[in-house]
């Protein structure tokens, strides 16, 4: 993506504004993103019993990253905006590509969507607890860094997380 997509994407963002047809509103995006990211890492630091895998060990705090936030954006508003639960963005993307498009290049890049009716960053916290493959992923040790964002739109709330290893 380019600079000027990206500061786009980052301008609706932090101003309020529309993102690929879906509305962004500073303030609620904002606390509910730090929500989700503060909780995830309250979960890591606790370890957590996952459905299928059992007892997670503990796992360090991830730092928050813009460029995972921006890329985060990118799939939260298309779902937003579509309705569709998915990892595929618009233009086919996958999460590894949107991720590269805002800079980041990691070993390995993971991403968590949910889409709720409302916003309620606990709901989307839960559900993806309560999923085996969600709540392995956002409890492996192996992520370091992390971004999310949350999307309010006409079919629907998005919630989308990236996490990513270290770069290589």
């Known amino acids: 993506m380019n600079k000027l997509i990206q500061a786009f994407i980052l301008g609706a963002a932090v101003l309020g504004g529309t993102v690929l047809g879906a509305t962004v509103q500073a303030s609620a995006t904002s606390t509910a993103e730090g929500q989700l990211l503060t909780r995830l890492n309250q979960i890591r630091a606790a370890g957590v019993s996952c459905p ?5 060990p503990v796992a360090g705090a991830l730092r928050l990253s813009d460029a ?6 990118r799939q939260a ?9 998915t990892h595929t963005g618009p233009d086919g993307t996958t ?5 590269a498009s805002t800079g980041i290049q990691s070993v390995s ?4 969507v949910y889409l709720g009716s409302g916003l309620d960053t606990e709901a989307a916290m839960q559900w993806w607890l309560h999923s085996p493959v969600h709540c392995f992923y956002m409890t492996d040790g192996r992520y370091t860094t992390a971004g999310a964002s949350v999307v309010r739109g006409s079919r629907g709330t998005a919630y989308v997380m990236v996490l990513t290893s270290d770069s290589r």
């Not at 299928?52 to 997670?56: K, L």
């Not at 995972?68 to 954006?73: D, G």
């Not at 999460?95 to 991720?99: L, S």
């Open 109 to 112: 890049v993971t991403e968590i």
């Open 77 to 85: 508003g298309y779902m937003a905006r579509s309705g569709l639960v």
């Open 68 to 73: 995972h936030a921006a890329s985060a954006l």
């Open 52 to 56: 299928g895998s059992g007892a997670r």
């Open 95 to 99: 999460p590894r590509v949107r991720a």
